[in-house]
């Protein structure tokens, strides 16, 4: 390894402030402080020798796999902030059963929600076979879906698209109730029904059923120039299925056919809880390379509190973004192959190979310009309390980075309703072709920053 590259191996020389996900350390005397805040971070990096995905022959994900596996750590950060606090420290042979819940969520089994397995198998919805490359906008929007099935974190998880983040819509994402996971019937073109257990949102549903009718029902109020989240409507009333869906059925139905739903899950309560927020805000900072004039915000959007640092690297190169010092990132790299990992039966999970010594760095100006900034928010007063952060410490240093907004322009479209349909084992779930708000990887609108 590059001494270079190895934060403590300079550690005499290094002096000032540190950055590492919205924690200041103070240079040398911080040091032993930074290393243990930064091996408590779960690492997720390849691995080899997992069941084979899909109908794919890998078993590995090394070459392919690096941007899953950062989208990986900083959702794990996140969860560990929602579960467990921002201060939380691991040590070896810690026997935590919310620690070892969160990690379960990322082993490498088809049943583990944010397993590699289940991100790569989303893919599909923007273009992305299983062994194919993703970019970091790709990741964001994978694990929104899968966020959507995480009954026991109840995250929403906003992908803030055309580099515009828009509070509205948040906090009502963000106060509708989570989902129950219960049985769907989907009725295809060709009459056949499919029952398909899913976590579908109202919203959704309302809009695929209008979609069918030939109607514009559920699009919202055009004059209102504002956006409802739950499609202008109440909840469809219908009846949720619950019998169990059939294992290794698979839906051969032509992929322009608009499905129906004939019943759909309704939500657990209708409280109007605030659920804890993972945004992610996809940009692109440069055209070929990254543009230096956003380094200072850039480096400021990780000093913030809420930070869960960001998706980036170096060209076809992702890493997991964690801080900074001067003008270089303090990264955690998943390019190490390791073997997977197994619980025993008892469910005891060797963890040592999750938590990585120390970081590395890189030089800011080495950034590759496409990233996906990561922010957790507790609760509203969380969100209300970055909103303010950005527009002060980041936006303020440089004001094209991206845009704030409390409601959607009139002349933009509604957000696109969250994937209702989940790519998993054993069998094909039906495409109902809603997710409209997913794009091709780092389709980003580049913005001229005045001279």
């Known amino acids: 390894m590059d001494p270079e590259l190895m934060l403590f191996q300079r550690s005499n020389s290094l002096e000032g402030d540190a950055w590492v996900l919205g924690v200041r350390y103070g240079l040398p005397e911080g040091n032993e402080n930074l290393r243990v805040d930064v091996r408590s971070r779960i690492w997720c990096s390849y691995r080899k020798n997992f069941r084979a995905i899909g109908g794919t022959q890998l078993t590995s994900d090394s070459g392919w796999g690096c941007t899953l596996r950062c989208g990986q750590m900083l959702l794990a950060h996140a969860l560990i902030c929602k579960h467990l606090g921002r201060d939380w420290r691991w040590h070896p042979n810690i026997k935590d059963p919310i620690y070892t819940e969160v990690l379960k969520k990322f082993l490498d089994l088809r049943d583990s929600e944010y397993s590699i397995q289940m991100i790569a198998l989303q893919g599909e919805d923007f273009g992305r076979t299983v062994g194919q490359w993703f ?15 995480d009954l026991w974190s109840e995250l929403a998880v906003h992908v803030a698209m055309d580099m515009l983040i828009v509070v509205d819509d948040i906090k009502q994402l963000c106060r509708r109730p989570h989902q129950t996971a219960i049985s769907v ?4 073109a060709t009459g056949e029904t499919i029952p398909v257990d899913e976590d579908l949102v109202p919203c959704a549903a309302e809009v ?10 559920g699009r919202g109020d055009q004059a209102s120039n504002r956006h409802v989240a739950s499609g202008g409507g109440g909840l469809c009333h219908t009846q949720p299925h619950r019998s169990r869906s059939r294992a290794g059925s698979e839906d051969q139905t032509p992929g322009h056919s608009v499905p129906r739903l004939a019943s759909i899950l309704l939500p657990r309560s209708n409280d109007d809880n605030f659920r804890s927020l993972l945004l992610f805000v996809p940009l692109r900072l440069g055209q070929d390379k990254f543009n230096m004039e956003y380094a200072t915000a850039l480096k400021a959007s990780l000093t913030l509190p809420q930070s869960v640092g960001f998706i980036g690297g170096k060209p076809r190169h992702a ?15 998943p390019h190490v192959t390791q073997p997977t990992v197994q619980p025993s039966e008892d469910g005891f999970i060797a963890d040592d190979s999750y938590h990585c010594a120390e970081p590395q760095r890189m030089r800011l100006s080495e950034l590759d310009p496409s990233v996906a900034l990561g922010f957790f928010c507790k609760d509203e007063a969380d969100f209300d309390d970055l909103v303010i952060r950005l527009r002060e410490q980041v936006l303020s240093k440089m004001t094209y980075m991206f845009e704030l907004a409390i409601t959607r322009p009139p002349f933009m479209d509604p ?28 389709s980003y609108v580049m913005v001229d920053i005045p001279k």
């Not at 019937?185 to 295809?188: K, Q």
């Not at 695929?208 to 029902?217: F, I, K």
């Not at 997991?320 to 955690?332: A, E, P």
């Open 208 to 217: 695929l059923h209008s979609h069918s009718l030939g109607t514009h029902q």
């Open 319 to 333: 890493l997991y973004i964690i801080g900074y010092h001067d003008d270089y990132l303090f990264y955690l790299d």
């Open 135 to 149: 970019g970091p906008n790709n990741v964001a929007h994978a694990i929104r879906k899968l966020a959507a099935r």
């Open 185 to 188: 019937d989907i009725t295809m």
């Open 415 to 442: 957000p696109g309703s969250p994937g209702v349909v989940l790519k998993k084992e054993p069998f094909q779930m039906v495409d109902t072709m809603i997710d409209d708000e997913c794009c091709e990887a780092d």
